[in-house]
């Protein structure tokens, strides 16, 4: 059986009359201006349980959906990189810069912690990895080390001041790492661009804030581009012809000779070779420009492994996981006999290990009996990952279920996109292999419960790479009408799943001005050993002077002690706080955030802290210090102290 | 990326300004921008362009995964060993900045060096 299938070489951008210019240029400027015109028409003091979604007007909605329109019109018919790229600008601009320029604060509560470790090395200038609390960003600090010299350099008394930024910036640098790995992996724009656009819009696990893991992802898919450009080579003979057996065989497609479409018109047709050089120096069966090794110099080569090895030392200490992730994507690689520099997997291997048994000996020499026995134990990583949606509340139920079904659709599009790109005999298995790899970290040991959301980020790019290729299986099935209007519909589904899931818990993460002054109160104000009780953990908390307290967030004491305080909370809090042999002094802490995340999630009873907030009130055995709208602050009134 | 001594130049006056603004204690909003430029670009783009790739996006993003890696290093090494200030970590940093565009510019020089003896010798 002999099929014809279509090659798509990149063409130039056609010539328009002035009329569709203004159109293809009309649809990204209508939708930055609905978005700019929703901005001040969003309340953030009306925020439901359904987080922001329940405040954005609904020009927001339409400057995304003109936005998605646009971008999948503009792949589809072949645009220029600039055009198309301004639209994931401007997605990546509406998605992660409304909330800096709403809240004027800093989104999320584990943000606030990492800027106290920041405040930590600019007070102390210097580090203590054995520290009682927050001690594993002691063991990996570079991230804090960069910003707290960045915070000096710019002049800013705290990283607080910057910080609600990063989001914004690291998806932008994130977006370009994917699109350098993406052009690495096709040279079919469309795929490129879809693959890009995917990805931004199914990234929903909200690791991109102010952190060290967002930092060094960046940083991991660097690296990885480099590796995919660079140091990769053709699978062994085996693997290919496992792959063609599969294509073949499986999928019944036989394709031996194809079409090579230029300008819309068949240029040529070429004989598929017996036995394609599916990657040679990253280079896809014809499909992006020949460059094999023998053009590069050897310096070249070398220096790109010296850049390998200097931003891979900053991945390692910086984060725990993503060098794990780093060197476990090397082995893959070659394991399957596409890596070319297999001393490079040695080099960073060693590197990690090197700074375990050091810099972070502290932190994983008092871990490592825990992590050992989890090691291979499956259910440790699951147990903590999702919220109990019995106890939940409604809408949070729904925000929960709609991030779970994003990445079940996430997955369903891969499959497809897979199947897709093994029909187009382009099959090449780095990105398979970069996919399914961060799986490993299931049985890896124990990351608190949030192991499959880092499972997911890490083979989120490779995974909306082979989903790309669903939404465009071939340049003549993309070319009408119709595939477009479904290519966009299936982007406004995705896009609606991902607003649920990243903007669905805002109520809990957005911060008032209120509520950072009296934590700042606190912060600022609290000596040395000060018990610091807390609703819950929820709220901008530890930013400045943070290991002069001990915390005790009242949300994650256990059920009977929840049932205590809520039975007697002043004769409870009075006995907590008036503990003046092991505590120096003590502050009780409620927030407006706190109450939202224990309510939504249901961890006590709904209304618990504003019961608790309203018994203290009314005691004369507390001094109200700070109480404003959105927090209130107690001590123990001067007599009881 | 633009070739000629334009880069070398540009860290090197960079580094300056950003020594002198440190010095004179400017802050916001210059001091944040120029910040920014500096660690997101200077340490690391002679070395990048050593390597004459010639792929713009892949440039960048090295340019600034270098970068910011120089300056999360530098800064690393100075509090293993206890001795972290802004304005030594910044002397570290600039100091790797300035070997790089010399090292850079010293490349430039000698390339055009060997075009021009190769082109009398062709004459």
């Known amino acids: ?641 | 990326m633009r070739g000629g001594l334009f880069w070398p130049g540009a860290v090197l006056a960079s580094s300056a300004t950003l020594m002198v603004a440190e010095g004179f204690d400017l802050g916001p909003p210059l001091a944040p921008i120029l910040a920014l430029w500096f660690l997101l670009v200077c340490p690391g783009v002679s070395y990048v362009r050593l390597l004459r790739l010639g792929e713009p996006l892949t440039e960048f993003l090295l340019t600034v995964a270098f970068s910011v890696s120089i300056g999360a290093l530098a800064s690393l090494a100075l509090l293993a060993g206890q001795v972290w200030t802004p304005g030594r970590t910044l002397l570290v940093v600039v100091g790797i900045a300035v070997v790089g565009a010399g090292i850079d510019a010293y490349r430039v020089v000698a390339t055009r060096r060997e075009s021009v003896v190769g082109v009398k010798w062709h004459a």
């Not at chain 1, 954005?56 to 995304?64: D, I, K, N, Q, V």
């Not at chain 1, 409304?98 to 943000?111: D, F, N, P």
């Not at chain 1, 499959?452 to 071939?474: Q, T, V």
């Not at chain 1, 406004?492 to 669905?504: H, P």
């Open chain 1, 1 to 641: 059986m002999t099929l014809e299938r279509p090659v798509t070489v990149p063409s130039q951008p056609r010539r328009d009359p002035v009329g569709r210019s203004v159109m293809r240029h009309g649809i990204p400027a209508a939708a930055i201006v609905l978005w700019l015109v929703s901005l001040p028409r969003i309340d953030l003091t009306a925020m439901t349980d359904l987080g922001l979604l329940s405040v954005l007007p609904l020009s927001f909605y339409a400057a995304l959906g003109l936005l998605t329109v646009g971008f999948f019109v503009s792949v589809a018919r072949g645009r220029g990189p600039i055009e198309v790229g301004l639209h994931l600008a401007l997605l990546v601009l509406m998605l992660h810069g409304t909330t800096a320029i709403l809240y004027g604060t800093v989104r999320y509560s584990w943000a606030w912690k990492h800027i106290g470790i920041v405040d930590f090395i600019q007070r102390n200038g210097f580090i203590e990895p054995e520290i009682e609390f927050l001690d594993v960003y002691h063991n990996w600090p570079s991230f804090f080390g960069l910003m707290a010299f960045f915070t000096e350099l710019a002049g800013f008394e705290s990283a607080a001041s910057f910080a609600a930024w990063a989001p914004l910036v690291f998806n932008g640098l994130i977006l370009c790492a994917v699109i350098a790995i993406f052009k690495v992996l096709t040279a079919d724009w469309r795929i490129v661009w879809a693959a890009a656009w995917l990805f931004s819009i199914t990234n929903w696990v909200g690791q991109d804030y102010f952190s060290p893991q967002a930092f060094a992802f960046f940083l991991y898919l660097v690296v990885i581009g480099i590796l995919l450009r660079w140091f990769t080579r053709r699978p062994p003979r085996f693997i290919w012809s496992l792959t063609e057996w599969f294509r073949s065989r499986v999928l019944q497609a036989h394709y031996v000779r194809r079409l090579v479409i230029s300008e819309g018109r068949v240029a040529a047709t070429e004989q598929i070779p017996p036995e394609p050089a599916l990657v040679d120096a990253g280079a896809t069966v014809g499909r992006t420009a020949p460059i094999t090794h023998a053009l590069w110099e050897r310096s070249t080569m070398l220096g790109l492994l010296c850049i390998v090895l200097g931003v891979g030392a900053a991945i390692i200490t910086s984060h725990p996981l993503t060098p794990l992730m780093l060197v476990a994507a090397m082995i893959g690689l070659a394991v399957v006999g596409v890596a070319n520099v297999k001393k490079v997997p040695l080099a960073l291997g060693a590197l990690t290990a090197a700074w375990m048994v050091t810099g972070a000996g502290a932190y994983v020499g008092s871990r490592f009996a825990d992590a050992a026995e989890v090691t291979g134990d499956v259910t440790s990583n699951f147990g903590e990952t999702f919220i109990d949606l019995s106890k939940s509340s409604a809408s949070q139920s729904l925000v929960a279920l709609m991030g779970r079904g994003l990445v079940g659709a996430v997955a369903v599009i891969t499959v497809v996109g897979t199947v897709r790109w093994l029909r187009r005999r382009e099959f090449d298995l780095r990105p398979v292999v970069l996919t399914i790899v961060p799986l490993a970290l299931v049985v890896g040991g124990d990351y608190g419960g949030e192991a499959l959301f880092r499972i997911y980020l890490f083979a989120l790019p490779f995974a909306a790479f082979l989903g790309a290729h669903a939404f465009f299986p071939g340049r003549e099935e993309a070319r009408g009408r119709a595939p477009i209007l479904v290519v966009a519909v299936a982007g406004m589904v995705l896009m609606a799943g991902f607003l649920f899931a990243y903007f669905g818990k805002e109520r809990q993460y957005y911060f008032t001005a209120d509520e950072v002054a009296a934590a700042e109160y606190v912060f600022q104000n609290g000596v040395d050993n000060t018990l610091l009780i807390e609703g819950s953990a929820n709220y901008p908390s530890q930013f400045v002077n943070y290991e002069r307290f001990v915390y005790v967030p009242i949300s994650r004491e256990p059920v009977e002690t929840h049932a205590r305080i809520l039975a007697d909370p002043v004769g409870v809090m009075e006995y907590w706080m008036s503990n003046d042999v092991d505590y120096a002094d003590s502050y009780l802490i409620i927030t407006r955030s706190q109450k939202a995340e224990v309510d939504a999630t249901g961890v006590m009873p709904p209304g618990s802290l504003d019961e608790i907030e309203n018994a203290l009130l009314a005691s004369p055995l507390f001094e109200v210090v700070i109480h404003n709208d959105n927090a209130t602050v107690f001590r123990l009134a001067e007599v009881d102290r």
